[in-house]
């Protein structure tokens, strides 16, 4: 018999002796290939002992002041005979009472992997406040770099796939363009266009109001390990003797970008004809925050210790805050927006649009009521950003730039005053600058969608190494190539064992999202079969299911622009976002991915600046490897059909594996060793009498040591996956 030990924050917990504590572990279901992780959840009933009653601080009883918050999630660990086995957190549900005494606790522990989806909750992409580092100026020519090079960060040319963390790819959210370079077309031209859009009022707009940026994938999830404290194998390292390949730091996943589309509708004034639908030229911002860079304390009761160097404070249980902060422009009379965001949760606290600005006047901006709403204490980090109609400044003001009051049950309790002027180091005046803020412009995306689509895409599993709260992301294919193999013969059941037949699919469907250009429903209409998206019968009428798979991003068909009046394919490639109606419409969609292309253009300059090189998306990775189709398709760029396509390079090993006729599933019954159950990983090979077995699920009872394996025969050994 084990000895199963619960320790919550570090305090072993009392547990009823008759306590079954059940582990099923499984990494990918034969039944369900979509399946990423099946993580450990385990429920207990904790008996309200003395100790436990202490850990919980008496729970049942809501008279006591500063007692367990059950809408937490706390840290704890499963010991099995001294040894770590998994850590986690556990939540608790209930509290059962008899004769009107406490007789039980009713938790739920939830192992690291479950918390990812915990962690990000309901949050969105515009919640990242790491990717404003991406920000960047529509000034000193930076669009057009963008657009024919790339930019590192803001004004910073990219000179390789590597260092292009920003494209702005030639994808026309509103003009058909075709090359001709005798000008003969009335439609858009990119021999001859310009890429800026003339000043003569009515003029069509240039390419540079039709395109919006990009953002190479993985700073996408740098910002997701920044902004949630979590870690991935960013890069490969050696675990155990064994090198973990990272696909997050992989040449293929380096060189995908999510296109930042979050609106259909016109960028531009609803009087603005023609309109544009591209970047927003229309307003000026500033940001800044309440840090010792902007504000210098001046006097009061509140100390100068309430805000720290960088700007944050903590509101306490039964306090309240004001906030009030004078802006000052002496230049001329506009109209305004203003908004308030707490950085550490991304929440928008308050906002203002056509505040009115005197020239020379203070303008008063009041937060009221900030509080810890239910918590015990909260604490904030304001960011305050402006946007205005020109380019100008708000100038420092060297007496009272901002009051903070502090207020205990409506009662004002210490008064603070700060500066924003006449101090060493001072970042004022600000100016609204013509900057692009990143995170106005990225989908409407929920982050545990956003890593779940790239999951889904490349075939990835998610797992934690013992002892480790890093979360490696590998192929699946790569992972089973990392298992060891143990001899489990003598503690198998051999009384008791049961052969079934492998169900395989008949039929396998890889769908993207619904198409919605007009090219991809031209080819829809064309050839039966949606651009991207893999549709496979068994060739033999076997009896068997159908298996679907939606990954919830667009996969669009690209032009390849024929140089007008002749049969030259031009190699000028874009995508051109608008529906079939006519005339046609700028359309949203799920989010795009794509490889981005850096174009040599040599052979075929194009518009009136004689562009020689430009960024554009593309459907194939730049040496051909791989390809963002599921099934083969043609690479528009070559007009050859790629066979790199996402089944091809990470699903179908697994497919054949588990499918094969002579495949079967074997349900044995053992009494795993305690070395084998605190180390197995789930790609392992288990041996039994000579044949070789893959794991598909564990079922172990870890107070017996009883285990249930349901096997799968191996047919051949996994080979790593290309990712170059």
Not at 121 to 126: A, I, N, R, S, V
Not at 210 to 226: G, M, N, S
Not at 419 to 441: M, Q
Request: aromatic share 12%; proline share 4%; net charge negative.
């Amino acid at each position: 018999m084990n000895i199963v030990e619960l320790y919550i924050q570090g305090t072993r917990v009392d547990l009823f002796k008759d306590e079954a504590i059940t582990l099923t572990d499984s990494i990918q279901d034969v039944n369900d290939i979509s399946k990423v992780f099946s993580p450990f959840t385990q429920q207990f009933s904790l008996p309200a002992s003395k100790v436990n009653n202490r850990i919980f601080k008496h729970y049942y009883n809501n008279d006591i002041i500063n007692g367990f918050d059950a809408r937490f999630k706390i840290d704890s660990l499963i010991k099995m005979n001294g040894s770590d086995f998994r850590t986690g957190q556990i939540v608790l549900n209930s509290v059962s009472l008899e004769n009107n005494k406490a007789f039980s606790y009713k938790i739920v522990f939830y192992s690291d992997t479950v918390l990812i989806k915990e962690l990000f909750g309901e949050d969105e992409l515009d919640a990242l406040e790491p990717l404003t580092q991406w920000d960047f100026s529509r000034q000193n020519n930076n669009i057009l770099n963008g657009f024919k090079f790339g930019l590192q960060s803001d004004g910073v040319i990219a000179n390789s796939i590597a260092n292009r963390n920003i494209s702005l790819p030639l994808i026309s959210l509103n003009k058909f363009y075709g090359y001709d370079p005798t000008n003969t077309i009335t439609y858009g031209n990119l021999a001859t266009d310009s890429f800026f859009t003339p000043l003569t009022p009515g003029a069509e707009p240039g390419i540079r109001d039709q395109i919006k940026p990009a953002l190479k994938a993985r700073l996408i999830i740098e910002a997701i390990q920044d902004h949630y404290d979590i870690e991935f194998n960013m890069q490969d390292e050696v675990v155990n003797g064994k090198t973990v390949t990272s696909f997050f730091g992989s040449d293929v996943f380096d060189e995908l970008y999510l296109w930042l589309h979050r609106e259909s509708t016109a960028s531009t004034l609803p009087e603005t004809e023609p309109p544009t639908f591209g970047l927003e030229y229309d307003f000026y911002g500033a940001k800044w925050n309440l840090s010792n860079s902007y504000y210098d304390y001046l006097s009061g009761t509140l100390p100068s210790s309430f805000l720290t160097s960088n700007g944050e404070f903590t509101v306490l249980q039964n306090q309240t805050i004001t906030i009030r902060i004078l802006l000052r422009n002496t230049s001329f009379d506009f109209l305004f927006d203003i908004t308030v965001v707490d950085k550490i949760t991304g929440e928008t606290l308050w906002t203002q649009t056509n505040k009115e600005n005197n020239a020379g006047v203070n303008n008063t901006l009041v937060l009221r009521d900030l509080d810890s709403g239910t918590l015990a204490s909260r604490t904030y980090r304001l960011e305050i950003r402006t946007q205005t109609p020109s380019q100008t400044s708000w100038i420092g003001i060297n007496t009272t730039a901002m009051t903070i009051t502090t207020n205990i049950n409506g009662v004002a309790t210490d008064i603070g005053n700060w500066k924003s002027a006449g101090f060493s180091g001072s970042l004022w005046p600000l100016s609204n600058r013509p900057d692009i803020w990143i995170l106005n412009y990225v989908p409407k995306l929920k982050v545990l969608d956003y890593l779940t689509t790239i999951l889904k895409m490349f075939n990835l599993t998610a797992y934690t190494f013992r002892g480790s709260k890093k979360i490696y992301i590998q192929t699946l294919d790569d992972y089973m190539t990392l298992g060891n193999s143990y001899d489990v013969s003598k503690y198998i059941d051999t009384n008791k064992s049961m052969v079934n037949r492998n169900i395989p699919f008949s039929n396998i469907n890889f769908e993207y999202a619904k198409a919605l250009t007009q090219p991809s429903l031209r080819f829809l209409n064309s050839y039966g079969l949606q651009m991207g998206d893999l549709k496979y019968s068994a060739p033999d009428k076997y009896d068997g299911k159908t298996f679907t798979l939606k990954c919830p991003s667009q996969r669009e068909v690209l032009i390849n622009t024929v140089e007008y009046n002749t049969t030259n394919i031009t190699g000028i490639v874009y995508g051109w976002w608008v529906n079939q109606d006519v005339p046609a419409k700028t359309v949203l969609g799920r989010p795009y991915f794509f490889f981005n292309k850096s174009i040599d253009t040599t052979s075929y300059p194009i518009l009136s600046q004689n562009i020689t090189r430009y960024n554009a998306p593309s459907n194939v990775s730049n040496n051909g490897n791989h390809t963002l189709n599921f099934g083969i398709e043609i690479d528009e760029y070559t007009n050859v059909i790629n066979e790199n396509s996402l089944f091809g390079r990470f699903y179908s090993q697994y497919i054949v594996q588990s499918f094969e006729e002579q495949a079967r599933v074997i349900k044995f019954t053992a009494m795993l060793p305690m070395n084998i159950l605190l180390n197995y990983q789930l790609n392992d090979i288990l041996i039994i009498n000579g044949q070789e077995y893959y794991i598909n699920s564990i079922k172990t009872n870890l107070t017996t040591q009883k285990s249930d394996l349901e096997l799968l025969t191996k047919q051949s050994d996994y080979t790593p996956s290309v990712l170059n």
